[in-house]
């Protein structure tokens, strides 16, 4: 959603820095989470920068899971 979208639509009516800014804002608001809040924002704007380089959502997503796996991996890991 964030890149296909609301990124896409902003980067047309609006230009580049502010589609950064916005959809940027607009995931990391989504996720909830105030104590996370750098690392949704650097994570979306990594996020952006990859989807409008290669155009595919399917990069977005599969790294979107590895990190998402990366986090569980690690979380799980220091419960044991």
Do not use: K
């Not at 690392?39 to 977005?60: D, K």
């Amino acid at each position: 959603f964030f890149r296909a979208y609301a990124f896409d639509y902003l980067r047309q009516r609006a230009g580049r820095r502010l589609a950064y800014a916005l959809s940027t804002l607009l995931f990391a608001i989504v996720h909830l989470n105030p104590t996370a809040l750098p690392s949704y924002v650097f994570y979306a704007l990594l996020f952006a920068w990859v989807f409008e380089r290669t155009r595919s959502l399917l990069v977005c997503a599969l790294a979107h899971g590895v990190v998402n796996g990366t986090g569980m991996a690690l979380l799980l890991s220091s419960a044991s």
